[in-house]
């Protein structure tokens, strides 16, 4: 994942996905610093409202899954 904020662009590489009782808790490095994100029932909702709404998020959404299936069937989703 990227990040751009004010401070500058950093790469966020998501290490770990826990489920707890505030949220999904995505753990990582953003840059050179730890970092954790909670996404809380209303946040996961939000985002899957705007993909739900958004036409051309569908397309992304179905090429991702049809070109991960054919990576699979080529056994390069290993």
Do not use: H
């Not at 009782?21 to 490095?29: A, Q, S």
């Not at 954790?36 to 939000?46: I, K, P, Q, V, Y």
Request: net charge negative; hydrophobic share 45%; aromatic share 8%.
């Amino acid at each position: 994942m990227k990040i751009d904020s004010a401070a500058g662009e950093f790469s966020f590489d998501l290490e770990k996905l826990d489920l707890r009782e505030d949220g999904i808790v995505l753990t990582g490095k953003m840059g050179v610093w730890e970092a954790e994100t909670t996404m809380t029932d209303a946040d996961l909702r939000r985002i899957v409202g705007m993909v739900l709404r958004k036409p051309g998020a569908w397309g992304y959404l179905f090429g991702l899954l049809f070109s991960v299936r054919r990576d699979v069937a080529r056994g390069g989703g290993q």
